[in-house]
């Protein structure tokens, strides 16, 4: 017969991350040695940061059992640890109209959270909460970058499904994230007359955010490129993809590029809404 497990957080644990539940299930002071590695643990007592002890890198290795000393002993809480916060992301049912412990900000049925272990087992207890889950630090991507020569893939990869349900892909919308650059030349591209790329806001602007700012409805690939060297558009930001608007629309006369918004698509694909890039001899305003 199977014993049903208590911990510290209570009886609905499994709500809890793993990851989550093995840092609550340390002692303050070595939480206070964890704050100094991971980013979403902090530590609200001076005192205790004043004693931990900085870790080396090898000594933050992970370290096997049959590895440590016969004579340590692994310690057992008492209690939760109330001086040790780290933040969360909690998944609700449905959306929550109250507010939860340590919130700091909301979408749907996502909340986000700076709690202490306590507060941890209070939303492990609220019946609106399925899951909590530890925050974690955003790490920017490393791509491997060549000129080799890439192979293309075998037809066989794209087949998804019933094409009697799909149609053979025809009317499919796809979209391609935080890219590092796009190949037009490629063949994959041949067919395609209209190149959409969605961003958070409606529309291109000149001087953005200033005094002056300018929205622009339709531009040519030569004013694009005029934008460009003026400075308008933000690395990392505009910048790169009006720089792939131009190569896409100067690779074939009939071509045209679509910046929005995607709560503004239906409205630009009317033009209603968005700024359209044409080859140079398209149309401006």
């Given at each position: 017969?199977?014993?049903?497990?208590?911990?510290?957080?209570?009886?609905?644990?499994?709500?809890?991350?793993?990851?989550?539940?093995?840092?609550?299930?340390?002692?303050?002071k070595v939480?206070?040695?964890?704050?100094?590695?991971?980013?979403?643990?902090?530590?609200?007592?001076?005192?205790?940061?004043?004693?931990?002890?900085?870790?080396?890198?090898?000594?933050?290795?992970?370290?096997?059992?049959?590895?440590?000393?016969?004579?340590?002993?692994?310690?057992?809480?008492?209690?939760?640890a109330?001086?040790?916060?780290?933040?969360?992301?909690?998944q609700?049912?449905?959306?929550?109209?109250?507010?939860?412990?340590?919130?700091?900000?909301?979408?749907?049925?996502?909340?986000?959270?700076?709690?202490?272990?306590?507060?941890?087992?209070?939303?492990?207890?609220?019946?609106n909460?399925?899951?909590?889950?530890?925050?974690?630090?955003?790490?920017?991507?490393?791509?491997?970058?060549?000129?080799?020569?890439v192979?293309e893939?075998?037809?066989?990869?794209?087949?998804?499904?019933?094409?009697?349900?799909?149609?053979n892909?025809?009317?499919?919308?796809?979209?391609?994230?935080?890219?590092?650059?796009?190949?037009?030349s490629?063949?994959?591209?041949?067919?395609?007359?209209?190149?959409?790329?969605?961003?958070?806001?409606?529309?291109?602007?000149?001087?953005y955010?200033?005094?002056?700012?300018?929205?622009?409805?339709?531009?040519?690939?030569?004013n694009a490129?005029?934008?460009?060297?003026?400075?308008?558009?933000?690395?990392?930001?505009?910048?790169?993809?009006?720089?792939?608007?131009?190569?896409?629309?100067?690779?074939?006369?009939?071509?045209k590029?679509?910046?929005?918004?995607?709560?503004?698509?239906?409205?630009?694909?009317?033009?209603?809404n968005?700024?359209?890039?044409?080859?140079k001899?398209?149309?401006?305003?």
């Open positions: 017969m199977a014993v049903k497990r208590e911990t510290l957080l209570g009886k609905n644990y499994r709500k809890i991350q793993p990851k989550l539940r093995v840092i609550s299930n340390g002692s303050e939480n206070a040695v964890r704050s100094m590695q991971c980013g979403s643990v902090a530590v609200d007592s001076e005192k205790l940061f004043r004693e931990a002890e900085p870790l080396t890198v090898e000594q933050v290795q992970p370290t096997k059992a049959t590895d440590l000393s016969k004579s340590a002993k692994r310690g057992s809480l008492k209690e939760l109330t001086d040790v916060y780290t933040n969360v992301f909690i609700t049912i449905r959306p929550q109209t109250e507010k939860l412990p340590g919130e700091t900000s909301r979408r749907g049925n996502i909340i986000t959270a700076t709690v202490n272990f306590e507060q941890l087992k209070q939303l492990a207890d609220n019946e909460v399925s899951f909590v889950e530890a925050g974690a630090n955003v790490n920017a991507p490393t791509p491997t970058i060549s000129n080799g020569k192979s893939p075998l037809l066989t990869r794209w087949n998804f499904g019933s094409a009697a349900k799909h149609h892909g025809e009317g499919v919308l796809i979209g391609i994230i935080d890219v590092q650059g796009f190949d037009f490629h063949s994959d591209f041949l067919d395609a007359d209209v190149l959409i790329v969605l961003t958070n806001e409606p529309q291109v602007a000149l001087n955010k200033k005094n002056n700012e300018k929205r622009l409805d339709y531009m040519n690939a030569t490129k005029k934008y460009l060297n003026e400075g308008h558009f933000a690395e990392g930001s505009m910048k790169p993809k009006i720089e792939a608007a131009i190569c896409f629309v100067e690779k074939n006369i009939k071509r590029a679509l910046i929005t918004d995607y709560n503004c698509l239906s409205d630009a694909l009317q033009n209603k968005g700024t359209w890039i044409y080859n001899n398209g149309e401006e305003k």
